[in-house]
């Protein structure tokens, strides 16, 4: 009898589960006012880049956005520094090993409302096949058509191997700037 009850409240459970994600949707990326952009200290300067090709998949209810379900691949090969020079070194096997190591990847964990489109996002970020947790706040604005996330976070490039032998491991900084506009609409 236990069992019956514990199966029934189980399924109930699960029932209920699927009815309160029943309104999120597939959303789709708006590549033109979307972007992955990047920034790090060096001697002469910040130096910044752009990542120009990646794709997201994204369920998204602008009722419940705590229930947003979001992973973008980034091809690390689609970075452009702003010195073509050194956009050469980034690709490389010294720091993002694009050859070996073709794809970013970025899972969001849970999006924890804060205030008033404000949140605390928590994901895995994925570089050189190192996986590590970050946390940071975003902005989140939707009218129900379309949705945009703004957000960043600091990343300590040596936690994924990026630029830890040579000379470049004493002349960069070790936290590299990752700044996110994510712009999306529903896919149908």
Known sequence: ????????????????????????????????????AMRVGSPLGQRSGRFERWTGDILFDPQAPEQAQVS??????????????LTRTALGPSFLDSARHPRIAFRLQALEPLGPQRFQARADITVKGVTRPVSFPVTLRSDGRTAQMTGGFSLDRAA???????????????????????ATRPAS
């Open 1 to 36: 009898m236990r069992r019956a009850v514990a199966i029934i409240l189980i399924g109930v459970g699960l029932m209920l589960g699927l009815a309160a994600r029943a309104d999120v949707q597939p959303w789709m990326v708006v590549p033109s006012e979307s972007s992955i």
């Open 72 to 85: 973008i691949e980034v091809e690390a090969a689609s970075l452009r520094m702003d010195d073509g020079a």
């Open 160 to 182: 994924f191997g990026i630029g830890t032998r040579g000379p470049w491991n004493g002349i960069l900084a070790r936290q590299v700037r990752v700044d996110v506009v994510l």
